[in-house]
């Protein structure tokens, strides 16, 4: 298998590497560091002798020749931190990564997290860019692009696998809930969130659970790094704004297999949440890659004016607004101007299924195919859009 060069660039000296499952972790550190000493906590042997005996970690490490040491799967024995920590003092030479696909249980523990002597850093999906020709939106709308199902000769079984793999494997063998069967009503619930207002009442009279159950999943969703929430956007707010975050699965081809269809389903409102995802995920980790303090909110008034994204940081400030449409009607641009008004400093986008870029008064509208494969994390929003300077600039 051709492995594709990520835009993850590591720090120099030890970091935790989160990410869900399948997201590439493994096939990235054995690309980049193929001579550590790797410890696989999913391997039932080691699992069990370090476990049972956290001090051993440190006559293996002493024993080896290795600069790099890799823990994978970090959380299934927080207790090894302690003399993750010990070993970093005593060796600054050595660069400890310890992989994740789950916080819960490192933050349950109490876990030491290294007092600030390992950066954390997250993997994502794959981004268009990464793919190259090998990206297509239509394909990406369908089945996403998470690493281990892009690869996977039936994405479509791999995707219902990897659905299973996260409700048995992580849900039940760790003991996170007791009912997993509703656990999995409300998996389903929550695809109709994606890419929408999250309001936990409504998911929980879907799920037919208590509130406080689906605030518990939800969590459990988020420490799972299985979904995300993008807040208000709301410095030097004038308006009355909304003040519930916007809810994304972190990957939109897990959307698409946890979100049922029937008769009375129509097939461009789902496909539209899929594609405000994809745009979601891609910018969140191009944010991540970047490393330039940029964050990703939402912006909703009371009145319903609204824009999908907002990118806001020292560097950035960008409103970008998702739509699943060939055409740009006037209606698609109401909330880019009520935007406007009130940040007339801000950088306006419109994504759209066409093929033609339009300037349409100072919103700049641009295929989103196109966009997504230009989106790098070496660049600025404004070098990914060509935002044309000479002609438009925000006031």
Request: hydrophobic share 40%; with cysteine.
């Amino acid at each position: 298998m051709t492995v594709v060069e990520r835009f993850f660039r590591p720090p120099a000296g030890s970091f935790f590497l989160f990410g869900p499952r399948g997201v590439g972790k493994t096939t990235w550190f054995r690309a980049n560091v193929p001579d550590a000493l790797v410890l696989d906590l999913l391997v039932g042997s080691r699992y069990r002798e370090l476990s049972s005996h956290p001090e051993r970690l440190r006559d293996l490490v002493v024993a080896s020749a290795s600069r790099d040491i890799v823990i994978d799967e970090i959380q299934r024995v927080p207790e090894l931190l302690h003399s993750v920590h010990d070993l970093i003092e005593t060796d600054r030479s050595r660069r400890f990564i310890l992989t994740g696909s789950s916080a819960r249980k490192l933050r349950a523990r109490g876990a030491n997290l290294l007092g600030g002597r390992a950066a954390n850093r997250t993997l994502h999906p794959f981004l268009a860019a990464e793919l190259g020709d090998g990206f297509d939106l239509p394909t990406a709308l369908r089945q996403g692009l998470l690493p281990v199902v892009v690869s996977a000769t039936d994405p479509a079984a791999a995707l219902d696998g990897y659905v299973s793999l996260y409700v048995d494997e992580e849900v039940r063998t760790e003991g996170l809930i007791r009912d997993v069967g509703r656990f999995a009503r409300f998996l389903e619930a929550m695809s109709f969130s994606h890419g929408a207002v999250l309001n936990l009442s409504g998911v929980a009279r879907e799920a037919e659970a208590r509130r406080p159950t689906v605030q518990g999943h939800l969590e459990i969703l988020e420490d799972l790094l299985l979904a995300f929430r993008v807040p208000v956007f709301t410095k030097r707010a004038k308006r009355r704004l909304a003040s519930h975050p916007k809810f994304f699965f972190f990957d939109c081809g897990l959307y698409r297999t946890l979100r049922r269809t029937g008769p009375l389903d129509r097939p461009q409102e789902i496909e539209g949440a899929a594609l405000e995802g994809l745009v979601a995920q891609h910018l969140r980790a191009w944010a991540a890659y970047g490393d330039r303090g940029a964050r990703l909110f939402t912006w909703r008034t009371r009145s319903d004016a609204e824009v999908d994204f907002v990118i806001y940081g020292p560097d950035e400030f960008v409103a970008i607004e998702v739509k699943n449409s060939r055409r740009v009607r006037p209606e698609d641009l109401r909330g880019q101007r009520s935007f406007g008004d009130e940040y007339p400093e801000a950088m306006r986008l419109l994504l759209y299924r066409g093929q033609d870029r339009l300037l349409v008064g100072d919103v700049l509208c641009l295929p989103v195919a196109d966009f997504l494969r230009r989106l790098r994390p070496d660049r600025s929003l404004a070098v990914v859009a060509k935002w044309p300077t000479r002609t438009l600039a925000p006031k």
